[in-house]
């Protein structure tokens, strides 16, 4: 059997620390999964400029992906 399910999506525009407003904006909503950007910065750029989405899989309470740029979109 299959059933119909519906996905929900959810945009918000918050002011802050974008890591911090992540994880507090998912702890918030309640949201099931979520869906973050990776820039594809090398070892030692992510190193100093810290990387959101390492954060927030580190910090967010629900089940989250992290998605990669394609091999010819990703900074060195």
Not at 21 to 40: N, T, Y
Not at 44 to 72: F, N, Q, T, W
């Amino acid at each position: 059997m299959c059933e119909d399910k519906m996905v929900k999506a959810e945009t918000l525009i918050l002011n802050g620390d974008p890591k911090d407003m992540i994880c507090q904006a998912a702890e918030e909503v309640h949201v099931d999964l979520l869906v973050v950007g990776s820039r594809g910065l090398g070892k030692i750029k992510r190193a100093l400029l810290g990387s959101v989405s390492d954060y927030c899989a580190h910090h967010v309470v629900c089940p989250i992906v992290i998605v990669k740029p394609p091999k010819e979109n990703r900074k060195s």
